[in-house]
């Protein structure tokens, strides 16, 4: 903190405070009251008379607040902003569940000043944590978390590597990890310096395995709501559980049966899905709405009119041939159990290609449900066995999570299983 | 194009062209009059009806568009947006004047529609194409263009790689180019789209030599204006040659000795400038703020109070010395030639880590002059002889380009040069 009068930081905290619910609602991202901020405390007084409404409109994206306490994490069930960077983390040899209570301690203390637009305690450049930008941070837990900590009995039987599937061409570079964090916000730079801060405190505990980042749509340029477009140009991510609905599918909630750190938790899946542009460019559309089942142009299943229309699996048409196709994906995807259904927030990437590619292109295939086991791997499945987008799309990545509840004032990210 | 009714890429380009005028302002590019734009031509009578306020709000920044004829190539003195690609081509054996000729006008008719946000011709993800989000490219030509077209004698002096520098690690990965184009926007995807389409025209012509990624705060999350901050938590541009006030430091304009390809012309140079975070982090503010001579919180310089005020550089403290110090940054950048300057147009990169490295981050460092060799060069000799910066920071790629003058209606980019 440098103390030394209204800085700019001051200033956009203010407006936040202030228009909170018009910053919220600006960039689409309107899904809590910003009364239960955990935002900055401000000076009203300084601030009515600082902020004018026309700065605020200009700056509603980057103040908008997430709030970092509560049952469950947020990242999960709060609408997905522009950008994600993924980190996953492997323990160094000698981290027992001591340490790893210490650097929770750390990234919870420190997620909660940067979720609210504040620097981190030791934050060496406290100037970039003044725009939250409806920023996330979701803590999973790998494998050898359990390991580690002498917890194996604890390990739900589901966190473990998915099982090999025919598709997949993995990379270690892409795979696996300790311990994971699924930074997202509405701006990069706040992504980045939240990831350096992150990965700074981890350091004497862990080291970096992998980073992917990916992006959607800006705030502000689309309408709220609208599904993203992949890189194959396909409306991606229409049939989707949706939270506050579907919640008993995301998350595992109280029981006999639940352990407490587990309770308001759920499962991660991170699939790095590599797409072949270049013969997928020679597909016509015809090919590739047949491929999908659906229309390119706006989603619709190919037997609807409308993105959300039920796709009609059974429809013939004038040769007796289904219109939607016997391998086609969105039929190859869906299950007769209703169970079999997983929460999809997915990002594209665009990595530099190595000459002689064009591309470097896919998809950030983030799933989070409740038992991966029983709704991801009966659809992966599927898929592996028949799924005519197999043809250009590629697993080479894979690693699973557990997501631990939320935390709440005063606790540190999975205290109920370290603590 | 699909051709199936109001899909959303026209309700967007609708918006765009109603509502122009607040569009523009919201994201602070308003330098343009959106009555000039090249826009797509729209129904007035269906989008009067179909556009709502409230959801062109939700997506002015999408619906931006930046000319793409003109005088000068956009993507200089137009604010930069969000986003860059910076992407350098080399040409394949056998590509003459002709073949340059072709790739030209193809890529200028892809984007004059692309900055339109429309597809491009023979574009195989069209509906990627409409939100252009104040989409830019800005096309350079480097050496080997010359050479390849038999046009040596119409190389300009300064288009060749800068002289060597003691501070330079240069990496062959992230040098030179014999082409090269500049996609700003502000929006990712629009981003990959726009680049996909030129390197798959390109690709007969070209293979991708390197692609450099960067980013500053998006549009709509701090104030238009605002000068950026690189990932060392500086003000990062204060002083800078204003577009429109210092247009004969950046831009040739028609006189004897200017080739008519280079009326409006300009030069490029790219340096990629890793930045040390880990040693970065170990200096205090203090140290921090002696290096770059100014300070953190704001960007004002040691002996100033606001960010713009005019350095005081004889300014000595109780000990009698100077407040700035000797080898300060903001000192050593500085000439007492006032026409050694140029513009500058930086963004942030962040690319995933090697491990052990807990970051791969630094500045992406764009300049615009005149003459590189007046304006660029005794700069660079001054920092690479004295700079306490250069203990953090390194450049690790350099490329030196020409930017022909942009083109009006009909004409295709470099036409006076290649034609």
């Known amino acids: 903190m440098t103390g030394s009068g209204p800085d700019r930081r001051t200033f956009l905290q203010g407006g936040a405070a202030v228009l909170g619910g018009a910053a919220l609602a600006l960039g689409g991202r309107a899904a809590w009251d910003a009364s239960t901020s955990t935002g900055p405390a401000v000076d009203p007084a300084r601030d009515a008379t600082a ?55 750390i990234w919870t203390d420190d997620l909660g000043r940067l979720t609210a637009g504040r620097p981190g305690l030791g934050d060496t450049e406290p100037e970039l944590a003044g725009v939250p ?3 996330t941070a979701t803590v999973g837990f790998g494998p050898g978390v359990f390991t580690a900590c002498d917890l194996e009995a604890a390990r739900p039987p589901w966190l473990a590597p998915l099982p090999a599937l025919a598709v997949d061409r993995l990379q270690d570079t892409w795979s696996g990890g300790d311990l994971v964090v699924q930074i997202c916000a509405d701006d990069e730079l706040t992504v980045a310096h939240t990831m350096r801060v992150l990965a700074r ?79 997928w460019d020679a597909l016509d559309r015809s090919g590739r709405e047949i491929a999908v089942g659906r229309r390119l142009s706006d989603g619709a299943p190919l037997t609807g009119t409308a993105e959300h229309d039920e796709p009609d699996l059974d429809a013939v048409n004038d040769l007796g ?99």
């Open 51 to 105: 902020v004018d409404a026309t700065a605020v409109d200009a700056t509603a994206a980057g103040s908008a607040v997430v709030p970092f306490t509560g049952d469950r994490q947020a990242g999960v069930g709060t609408p997905p902003p522009a950008f994600v960077s993924l980190v996953a983390f492997d323990l160094v040899a000698g981290v027992d569940r001591g340490a790893l209570v210490r650097l929770m301690r």
């Open 133 to 135: 930008a409806s920023l």
């Open 201 to 279: 405190q981890a350091r004497t505990f862990t080291t970096v395995r992998w980073v992917q980042r990916g992006f959607r749509r800006s705030a502000g340029t689309t309408a709220p709501g609208t599904t993203m477009r992949n890189l194959m140009g396909q409306v991606d991510g229409t049939r989707n559980l949706v939270p506050g609905t579907d919640d008993a599918l995301i998350w595992h909630e109280a029981g006999a049966d639940t352990p407490a750190w587990l309770v308001g938790g759920t499962s991660m899946v991170v699939r790095r899905i590599a797409m072949d542009l270049d013969t």
């Open 321 to 419: 041939f289904t219109v939607i196709d016997t391998v086609a994906h969105i039929r190859r995807a869906r299950s007769d159990n209703p169970d079999e259904r997983f929460l999809r927030r997915g990002y594209n990437f665009d990595d530099p290609p190595a000459p002689p590619a064009l591309s470097n292109s896919g998809l950030l295939f983030v799933t989070f449900q409740r038992d991966v086991t029983a709704q991801f791997v009966p659809i992966a499945r599927r898929l592996d066995e028949l799924d005519l987008m197999n043809t250009w799309t590629t697993p080479i990545g894979s690693a699973v999570f557990a997501v631990p509840g939320g935390c709440q004032e005063g606790e540190y990210l999975g205290q109920r299983l370290l603590g």
